[in-house]
């Protein structure tokens, strides 16, 4: 019988045999991945070229040959001859350097330029508390309402002591902050109220007035929004009532995002179950009570990746605000630029704004994709 | 009286009990028109309120409303139109036909390039080749978190920096890159050619109508004749005879450099070739997610039976996926079509003049803000809505057919 026992040892090593040579470590993927037709292989070596060339060509500009500092002479003028020798093989990165606080905080009092500062730290924090789940719940809309009532007093000063600064004045990125984070943070729940009213089916009138504001909206581009904020809001007015600029835009930008979120929101209530509508009924509920305590909390929770994708949209939709002549990031940006001296050199400036759009950007949407896959995964179980 | 208290079983007919409103606040019906009632006089009211203010203030500034400013001499020099104009003699009305024209030829344009970009880089993220889905993931990535406007800036301050004409960049002695814009070659177009043209859409209509005839015979025979030659013949032969035999002249116009610029050919103006690259560059980023998504969407089986059944590669993109994917592509697509004329309107800040920018000129000319206002809005609510209803066509046209 013991020549019939098989052994361990005897199984031919067929389960755990290593790969054969070639299939597995880094030559391998590199023929999977980058050479495995003559075509690809093309392609590889073409783009592989190009890219390279790129990159090279833009370390050499961006880094080796670029101009860090220029000096300046007795009256605070910089000499900016050697960045203008350098105009075709290096960047002129001084003109950051010379301009960054006024992109950064516009004609804000230079002295009390800690405060648009903390205004953005304090925008930041609220993004980064917004973002843990761990906070959502009701007291968020309360974290919300005093942080951006802490910054439109630290704006605008007047009070505790400190110095009250005109809107004139305020500029670069907490206008951007201010627009898009008042802009959604208004627009929300009016945008909640569009979207019940678009889906109600008792109130006809209600649902038509809904229909006809959010395709009016979502029709024309922000800009002519935009324009009719600037120039026709002053002729709304009964005569001697002024609304200034600041304001007027906000509206404006309110007043759009609220079309658009509405019908994110929307989407949220149409794909939940038919069932939540109907045991809330049967349970009794009143309206309010069931949009309240039933509809609304699953929706909106539906919602949260495609609101924060409208989020990015209308942060970078802000910078439209250029256009009516509000002082915002690009538009400091611009400011910046027709300093005669620094005239010719907007590639670096453009390059520094974009790197603070994209930062805010991509650390929101790398946030919204994870967030989808977070809450996915108990739909995926 | 009487029958709202009759037992509704007594009846025969055994209608439901008939519901007649009772004025009372627990009453739905009843509070649904309450409500109603509110809302619209609360709306009503505020617009009445803003329409008085505003109808108080024209007139204490003395401007008096309506279009009549439309067939006044407008004054306004517009740099490029597709229609003969000239700022001493014609009105508001035809600048602003211009801006309308000029708004269409970036948008048609954009649409159909940003289109065929978005395409290919959306496909490209799907490529096995490493580099390529990598270099495709990253210019998606980025350009999609960098604001539209500082892209146009930034594209029309590069092309501003472009040499003189002196020291064009050229291709050959054809095409010519300087600061003041780009120059082609151009076909001096004279009657014959428009007879090509002609001759080469009914060549169209006659693709059209045989490829409809040979899906019928596929259906009834399962053998379908062949179209290529007959394509072929229609599109590429007849209009080339039409051509030879009216004697069409085949000369080219040269940009030529005389003294500061050039002459003749074909001019792209810079604003609208950065306003068009802008463009085209930042929505195919968009398209290429949603392009790439609809593939994706695709189930694998698909390709697998597909290929089971013996389809060559490009048959099996062509047949089977690609009208699967169309379905998940074309909805959000239309909205990225909108979105790109929509976005056209951010010319006003790089000078192309276009519907917005026109508009703006007119009302700061003539004062009459709200008639701009609503001229601008009347044209994208126009094109909007002729994009939605063509999508919406072409979409329930492809859309599955369910029993």
Request: charged share 15%; glycine share 8%; net charge positive.
């Amino acid at each position: 019988m013991s020549e019939t026992v098989v052994t361990a040892s005897s199984i031919p090593a067929g389960g755990n045999k290593a790969p054969p040579a070639g299939m597995v470590g880094p030559w391998a993927w590199l023929k999977a991945n980058l050479f495995n037709s003559w075509l690809s292989t093309a392609t590889t070596l073409l783009l592989g070229y190009l890219i390279l060339r790129a990159a090279v060509g833009f370390i050499d500009w961006a880094f080796i040959h670029a101009i860090w500092t220029v000096p300046y002479s007795a009256k605070g003028v910089p000499d900016t001859s050697s960045c203008q020798n350098a105009k075709e093989v290096g960047a002129c990165w001084a003109v950051i350097g010379d301009k960054y606080r006024l992109i950064l905080f516009g004609r804000y009092p230079y002295e009390e330029q800690w405060r648009p500062a903390l205004c953005v730290v304090l925008f930041i924090g609220l993004y980064i508390v917004s973002a843990m789940r761990r906070f959502w719940r009701k007291e968020l809309a309360l974290i919300w309402i005093v942080t951006l009532s802490a910054i439109f007093i630290l704006m605008g000063g007047g009070l505790f002591g400190l110095k009250e600064v005109q809107n004139d004045y305020w500029g670069g990125l907490p206008i951007t902050l201010i627009l898009a984070t008042f802009g959604i943070a208004c627009a929300f729940p009016l945008s909640i109220l569009v979207a019940l009213g678009r889906r109600s089916t008792k109130l006809p009138a209600v649902k038509l007035l809904c229909v006809l504001y959010v395709e009016l909206i979502r029709g024309v581009p922000l800009i002519s929004v935009l324009f009719m904020a600037s120039v026709m809001f002053p002729l709304f007015m009964p005569a001697g009532v002024n609304i200034d600029k600041l304001l007027r835009a906000q509206i404006a930008v309110i007043l759009f995002a609220a079309a658009y979120l509405a019908e994110v929101v929307r989407g949220g209530l149409q794909s939940l179950p038919k069932g939540q509508y109907e045991a809330a009924d049967a349970l009794g509920l009143s309206y309010w009570h069931k949009t309240g305590l039933i509809i609304l909390p699953q929706a909106l929770k539906l919602v949260i990746p495609p609101l924060v994708n409208t989020f990015i949209g209308f942060f970078k939709d802000t910078s439209l605000v250029l256009i009516i002549g509000l002082f915002d990031l690009l538009t400091m940006g611009k400011v910046a630029l027709s300093d005669p001296p620094w005239q010719s050199f907007s590639t670096e400036v453009y390059i520094a704004l974009a790197i603070i759009y994209i930062g805010f950007c991509f650390a929101m949407s790398n946030y919204s994709r994870g967030l989808e896959r977070e809450l996915g995964r108990g739909e995926r179980r | 009286m009487a029958d709202t208290h009759a037992d509704p079983r007594m009846s025969s007919a055994r209608s439901s009990p008939k519901r007649s409103m009772s004025f009372a606040w627990s009453d739905p019906a009843f509070r649904a028109i309450v409500w109603q009632v509110l809302i619209v006089g609360v709306v009503v009211g505020v617009i009445w309120y803003l329409i008085s203010n505003t109808a108080n203030n024209l007139a204490a500034r003395r401007i008096a409303t309506g279009f009549g400013f439309m067939d006044r001499i407008a004054g306004i020099p517009i740099g490029e139109s597709m229609i003969p104009y000239n700022p001493a003699e014609h009105t508001y009305g035809r600048a602003l036909l211009i801006g309308v024209l000029n708004t269409l030829k970036v948008a048609v344009i954009g649409v159909v390039l940003a289109t065929l970009l978005g395409t290919v880089i959306g496909i490209g993220r799907l490529s096995k080749n490493w580099l390529v889905a990598k270099i495709t993931a990253f210019y998606v990535e980025t350009i999609r978190d960098i604001p539209l406007l500082l892209q146009l800036l930034f594209w029309y301050t590069l092309l501003q920096g472009l040499p003189s004409p002196k020291q064009a960049l050229r291709i050959g002695d054809a095409v010519f890159l300087t600061n003041r814009g780009l120059k082609l070659p151009l076909l001096v177009w004279e009657w014959q050619h428009t007879m090509v043209l002609a001759t080469l859409a009914v060549g169209l209509v006659g693709v059209f109508l045989w490829s409809k005839h040979a899906k019928q015979r596929q259906d009834a025979t399962g053998v379908r004749p062949a179209t290529w030659p007959i394509g072929c013949g229609l599109l590429i032969a007849l209009p080339a005879i039409v051509g030879i035999v009216l004697g069409a002249p085949l000369e080219i116009e040269l940009p030529v450099l005389r003294g500061f610029n050039f002459q003749g050919g074909l001019t792209i103006s810079p604003e609208y070739f950065a306003l068009l690259l802008g463009l085209v560059v930042y929505t195919a980023g968009y398209i290429a997610e949603i392009v790439r998504s609809g593939i994706e969407a695709v189930a694998r089986g698909q390709w697998e039976a597909a290929g089971a059944l013996g389809l060559r590669s490009g048959m099996v993109l062509r047949l089977i996926v690609l009208p699967q994917a169309l379905r998940v592509i074309i909805p959000p697509m239309t909205s990225q079509y909108l979105n790109l004329t929509k976005n056209s309107s951010l010319a006003v800040a790089i000078g192309f003049q276009d519907i917005v920018s026109i508009a703006n000129t007119t009302l700061n000319q003539t004062g009459q803000a709200i008639e701009g206002i609503a001229v601008i809005m009347a044209v994208y609510l126009t094109i909007s809505l002729s994009i939605s209803l063509f999508m919406n066509w072409y979409n329930a046209h492809i859309a599955l057919v369910e029993r």
